[in-house]
């Protein structure tokens, strides 16, 4: 049994599918493959984008886990250091 969501869903693909049958009907072929190049283009660009965001993400995270475990490190040597000199 279908809901409300999932009809307006099949609804809304199907009226997409039409209206994209409908336009690639009325292109010639050299302006169907110019749109598929520049959809393309757009994704090759897109894809760039994300690229470059993961990398900072990255880049991010192996600071954040160095700092970690300079500052881990770094309260282990002073434990050490205080009790060799408490005693």
Known sequence: METASTQSQRYTIESISKSLTKEINKMSQEEFQQKILNSLEELKTDVAKSNEKFEVYRQATQSLVNLAFG???????????SSVFKR
Do not use: D, P, Y
């Open 71 to 81: 500052l881990i490190a770094s309260t282990t040597i002073i434990t050490v250091v």
